[in-house]
Each structure stands twice: as structure tokens, then as C-alpha cells.
């Protein structure tokens, strides 16, 4: 039998908030007095192009996105932007400098290996317990960009200042911190996200790129579906864009608009994150291993020292009905995940569940 869940730190697909999924459901039959579902409505139709003005509307407001930005929604994975981003951006012989920091920077650089002329310009090494430093590091001539991921989901390091490569167009994946943290826009050329971490059901991933990045280089061809001035063009609706997820997302922008916008939620992150880490920190029987400058705020990793200790952490947190602990099968250990829906509140219980661990398994 399934355990009864109440709350859910997996990374992703992830907890949403409840209101949202009850909002869902009670529309699901009758989208709007339409008497059908969203599911079933033309993507070209007034009311689903409505769905996903609206959706982009909210999305520059909550992270203040100018006009000189253009704002994407696909079906791509994220994944597919580690192929869109050297195919459309590293023609004609352009390099592409990448900063690997974890799994996902890594998996990203390997990528962009297979397709284009890239480099490593900073490196953190496995077990990526921290942000690379910079010292001495340097662009070569003709890189068009600089690409880091924001937040390591896996590792559960990130960037809390940008990394310190001046004049480079900046590239970032955001999937695991979009929303959750405020960004200036303004100073990347090209921010990417899939949705599922924070924002909605899998199946959408956003692109918010600069109109100068986007038309730098010579039009290469590419398969229109990977191709962004193309997905631009089209204002997201080239392909079928994976419609329950842009419904979805456009609840979330809403919901994320009255928990006060971006810098409202990224307090209450800051503070869920601290109190997990200070309670960690504060005992010997947990450790977290990324260095404390460079923690992530919503990918706590931790462990009790044994991959044994652990196994036994995550059953016994189940039976409490904290789901989703462990940590990414490539890295081991433990892993909470504090997204935007998750509650103070779910903190707080994995933290009284910790403490009563610690203190059975003491005696
Ligand atoms: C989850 C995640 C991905 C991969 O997402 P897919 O949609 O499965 O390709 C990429 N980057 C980061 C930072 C992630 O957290």
C-alpha cells in the first residue's frame, strides 16, 4: 500500500500547492461556463491565445521583464535547451564558454560538446560541494556566451552573486530556482527553466531571451521546433504548446502574484532554507557537505554519514508522512526540496521528524 503523503520534498515533478490542483479539478469539466475543458480548446483560439497572453503578462511582471525581452513557451525538456542554446547560438565559429558545477552543468557542457565548439571556463569538482572559483580564469577570443546553472539541483549548490565573467552574454538554467529568488533579467542574455520544479505539471519548459542575443548571429538552419527565433516568430504557438502545463503555470504565476511576488517568496525560502541548515549544522548527527556560501536555498542535501543511515532515515520519514527525501541516485545521501508551494509549515515537520531520529536512534 502507498503511503499517506502530507508532505513531499521530491525535486521534481514536485509538490504544488493545493489550492492550485483544487482549482484545476473544479475547472477541469468547464473551463470558464465554455461547458468543456481546457484540455479540449484550440490552441489558436481566442479564449487559449487569452490563456497565454495572460500567462506571459504575469511572468513579466513578477520578474519585471522589459520589452527588449522575448518570452518562450515549449515542450522542449530543459534538456533540449542544452542542444537549442549551442545549435542556435555558436555558428560560424563561435565558442561557447560553460561553468560545470554539478550534474546538470556537466550533462549540459557534454551536450554542447557533441554539437558545437565549447570549453570549460570554471570548474567545481565532483562532489561539486561548491560554486567553481574564478581565479585566473579567462574567455578565449570569439565566446559567445557564458553558461552556468543557477542552482545545482542535484548537488544542491548555487550562485548567490553572478559569476564573475564581465562581458560575456550570460546563459542560465534556472529550472530549479525560477520564481523562487529574485533576478535581475536584465543581466542575462538568455534565462531558461523547465516548469516542473516550481511551476507546473512536467511538459513546458520557458525561454526568456534578449532581442539583441536572439539576432547576434547569422541565421543558421536549423529543425524550426529548436530553432528560438523561430519559436519567437510564432509567439509559442508554432507547435502545440503542451496546454494543461501553460493552463497550470498561469494559475502558479497568479498564486506566486498574491503570495506577494518573487521577493515575498524568496524571504520565506531564505528562512524555510535556514532553519533546515541551522538545525543540520547545529548537530552532529546531520551534516551538509556544500559550503555554506554556496548552499542552495531550495535543494537542501544532507546525510547521517551511511548510505545505510540514510536508507533508514527515508523509510522512517515516510512513515510520517515525508515522501520524496532521498537524494539524486547519481550523488547519494539526502536531499529536501524547498520549493515555492512548500509550506513553512512542511519544514518545520521534517525538522521535528529529524529531531525525533536523532534521538531514537541515539539511545
Ligand atoms: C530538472 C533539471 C533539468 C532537466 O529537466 P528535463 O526537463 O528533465 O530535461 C535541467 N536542469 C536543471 C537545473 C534541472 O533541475
Not at 520534498?9 to 484545476?24: D, M, V
Not at 560575456?168 to 529550472?175: F, G, K, N, Q
Not at 524568496?266 to 528562512?271: D, E, P
Not at 536555498?297 to 532515515?313: E, Q, Y
Amino acid at each position: 500500500m502507498n503511503p499517506k503523503i502530507r508532505y513531499n520534498f521530491g525535486a521534481g515533478p514536485s509538490t504544488l500547492p493545493k489550492i492550485l490542483l483544487e482549482q484545476a479539478q473544479a475547472e477541469l469539466l468547464d473551463w470558464h461556463g465554455m461547458g468543456i475543458s481546457i484540455l479540449e480548446l484550440g490552441h489558436r483560439t481566442p479564449q487559449f491565445m487569452q490563456v497565454m497572453e495572460e500567462m506571459e503578462q504575469d511572468l513579466r511582471d513578477l520578474l519585471s521583464i522589459s520589452a527588449h525581452y522575448h518570452v518562450v513557451f515549449t515542450s522542449s525538456p530543459a534538456r533540449g535547451h542544452f542542444s537549442m542554446i549551442p545549435l542556435n547560438f555558436l555558428s560560424k565559429g563561435k565558442k561557447g564558454a560553460y561553468c560545470v558545477s554539478g550534474v546538470w552543468s556537466a550533462m549540459a557542457y557534454q551536450e554542447a560538446s557533441r554539437l558545437a565548439d565549447v570549453y570549460v571556463l570554471a570548474r567545481s569538482e565532483a562532489p561539486h560541494h561548491s560554486t567553481p572559483s574564478f581565479e585566473g580564469a579567462k574567455a578565449l577570443e570569439d565566446s559567445a556566451y557564458f553558461y552556468f546553472t543557477s542552482n545545482e539541483t542535484v548537488d544542491g549548490n548555487a550562485f548567490h552573486q553572478l559569476p564573475p565573467v564581465h562581458d560575456l552574454p550570460l546563459v542560465a538554467d534556472m529550472s530549479s530556482s525560477l520564481l523562487t529568488e529574485r533576478v535581475d533579467v536584465n543581466d542575462y542574455a538568455l534565462i531558461f527553466a523547465g516548469a516542473q520544479k516550481n511551476i507546473a505539471p512536467a511538459g513546458l519548459s520557458i525561454a526568456i531571451i534578449h532581442d539583441d542575443f536572439l539576432h547576434r548571429q547569422p541565421a543558421s538552419v536549423l529543425p524550426t521546433v529548436m530553432d528560438y527565433r523561430n519559436l519567437v516568430a510564432h509567439r509559442s504557438l508554432y507547435a502545440t504548446p503542451p496546454v494543461f502545463s501553460c493552463y497550470f503555470a498561469g494559475l502558479m504565476f497568479k498564486w506566486v502574484k498574491a503570495q506577494g511576488g518573487v521577493s515575498a517568496l524568496a524571504k520565506v525560502n531564505q528562512r524555510k532554507a535556514q532553519k533546515l541548515y541551522d538545525f543540520i549544522d547545529a548537530s552532529d548527527f546531520y551534516h551538509a557537505p556544500v559550503a555554506k556560501d554556496s548552499r542552495s536555498m531550495v535543494n537542501c542535501c544532507f546525510t547521517l554519514g551511511s548510505p545505510d543511515k540514510d536508507a533508514r532515515f527515508i523509510e522512517k520519514a515516510l512513515a510520517w508522512g515525508l515522501y520524496g527525501l532521498k537524494g539524486h541516485r547519481l550523488v547519494g545521501g539526502l536531499r529536501a526540496s524547498l520549493y515555492n508551494s512548500m509550506p513553512e509549515a512542511g519544514v518545520e515537520a521534517l525538522i521535528d521528524f529529524m529531531a525525533e531520529h536523532q534521538s531514537v536512534e541515539a539511545l
